[in-house]
C-alpha cells in the first residue's frame, strides 16, 4: 500500500503523522533537517517542531548537537523511522505508556550502574567507533522473554544508539539461562562468582574509569586539574 504524501490536502491527520511523512518522503533516513525547515514544512502551525519530537515515543531516532557532535544547534539527524504512526492500527499499538517516574528513573539507572545494559557505555561517554557521538542514556520498557518462557515489559538502562538498534526485539532471558548451562563447569562457576557481585571481574583501572565516568562534568575537571599537576 503506498504511502500518504505529507502534503497530500485531503490528507486527513495531524501534525505529528504529516511530520513522519515529512521525514520519510522530503528528508530519507541518515539526513539532516532544520527547525527553519519545519517551519516552512508546516506553515501556521505552532509547535511543530515539537509535534515531530514526540515521534520518538514510537520508537523514531532523530538526534542533536548533545549526541552528535558535527550536528550544529540547529540541526537534528534523522537516523532511523519508527512506527508507521500513519496506519491507525500500528499507531494505537505502540501508544506511548504512561511516563516513568524520576524516582523510577534514577533507581533503574542506579541498579545498571548508570551504563547502557546492552553495550555498557556510561552516560557522557564517547562511543569508541564514533568519538563525534556520546552516549545519551534513558530508562525504557523492554519486552522480555522470561526464562520460564513467560513475557513480560521491563525497565532497563540503554543508550539511545542501542535502543535505536534493538527495533523492539525482546530481550531473551530463556536464550541467556540455555547459553549459560551450555557453559563447561569452570565457566559456569567463574560466571556465578560475577553474577554473586553483580559484576564481571574488573581491574582496578576499569572500576576507576567507570567511577570517573559517572561525575558531574565540574568534577572530572577537578579530578583533571589535579592530575594535570
Known amino acids: 500500500m ?3 504524501l505529507w502534503n497530500d490536502p485531503d490528507l486527513k491527520a495531524g501534525t505529528m503523522i504529516r511530520g513522519a511523512l515529512w521525514l520519510v518522503q522530503e528528508i530519507g533516513e ?3 533537517f532544520t527547525k527553519e525547515q519545519i517551519r516552512e ?3 501556521g502551525i505552532s509547535q511543530a517542531d515539537r509535534r515531530i519530537r514526540d515521534l520518538r515515543d514510537y520508537g523514531w531516532v532523530m538526534l542533536t548537537n548533545t549526541e552528535d557532535a558535527t550536528l550544529t544547534a540547529e540541526d537534528q539527524r534523522f537516523v532511523t523511522a519508527g512506527v508507521p504512526v500513519w496506519d491507525p492500527a500500528a499507531r494505537r499499538a505502540a501508544a506511548p505508556q504512561k511516563a516513568v517516574s524520576a524516582k523510577d528513573k534514577q533507581a533503574v539507572m542506579a541498579r545498571d550502574d548508570y551504563m547502557c545494559t546492552i553495550c555498557g557505555i556510561s552516560g557522557g561517554e564517547s562511543y569508541m567507533d564514533n568519538s563525534n557521538q ?4 534513558s530508562v525504557t520498557r523492554r519486552p522480555t522473554v522470561l526464562a520460564d518462557g513467560g513475557e513480560e515489559v521491563l525497565l532497563v538502562t ?3 544508539r542501542c535502543r535505536a538498534g534493538s527495533e523492539g526485539r ?3 532471558a530463556d536464550e541467556v539461562l540455555n547459553g549459560i548451562q ?3 563447569a569452570a565457566d559456569r562457576r567463574r560466571l556465578a ?3 554473586e557481585r553483580g559484576r564481571r571481574g574488573s581491574t582496578p583501572l576499569d572500576r576507576a574509569w567507570s567511577a570517573y565516568r559517572r561525575l558531574p562534568a565540574d568534577a572530572r575537571d577537578e579530578i583533571r586539574s589535579v592530575l594535570e599537576h
Open 134 to 137: 556520546t552516549a545519551v542514556l
Open 182 to 184: 551450555a557453559l563447561d
Open 2 to 4: 503506498p504511502l500518504p
Open 170 to 172: 525482546p530481550a531473551r
Open 30 to 32: 541518515g539526513n539532516t
Open 41 to 43: 514544512a508546516f506553515p
Open 158 to 160: 540503554e543508550c539511545k
Open 193 to 195: 562468582r560475577w553474577i
